[in-house]
């Protein structure tokens, strides 16, 4: 079992950043996929991000590549969205997501453990 917490939400002016965290129990952290995916009111949960077990493979979602950076820190079993020149659209709540697939996916279903999720909000 992996449980896994969010923190970092909050409400933002557009252009500014954010660092997401996402604390995960358990002494197999590192084994995991860890994804961030992001669901807005009235809309389906979107990919934004995934980080292979050792760090060294990434994923981005087009909409957020070039300003999001995700990052591992498997000593203190921690995930983390840096989010740059963050815009109105990226409003949503965040979740995390650990997955023990040996590929890094972009579908929720791939994935076997969720956060609450933390609320982004980018005002303009």
Same mark, same amino acid.
């Given at each position: 079992q992996v449980q896994l %917490? *969010? /923190?970092?939400?909050?409400?933002?002016?557009a252009g500014v950043s954010l660092r997401l965290s996402c604390a995960? !129990?358990? #002494? $197999?952290?590192?084994?995991?996929?860890m994804g961030w995916f992001r669901q807005a009111p009235g809309k389906e #949960? *979107?990919?934004v991000a995934v980080i292979s077990g050792s760090g060294l493979t $990434? &994923?981005? %979602? &087009?909409?957020?590549?070039?300003?999001f $950076?995700? /990052?591992?820190?498997n000593a203190r079993n921690t995930v983390y969205l840096q989010m740059? !020149?963050? @815009?109105p659209e990226d $409003? @949503?709540?965040?979740?995390?997501? %650990?997955? /023990? #697939?040996?590929?890094? !996916? #972009? !579908?929720? %279903? &791939?994935y076997d453990y969720w956060g609450q999720g933390t609320q982004v909000t980018v005002s303009s």
């Open positions: %917490a *969010e /923190s970092g939400g909050g409400l933002v002016q995960a !129990s358990g #002494r $197999t952290f590192s084994t995991y996929a #949960r *979107e990919f $990434t &994923d981005y %979602a &087009d909409s957020v590549k070039g300003r $950076t995700i /990052s591992r820190g740059n !020149s963050l @815009a $409003t @949503a709540v965040y979740s995390c997501a %650990a997955g /023990s #697939r040996r590929y890094l !996916s #972009r !579908s929720p %279903a &791939d």
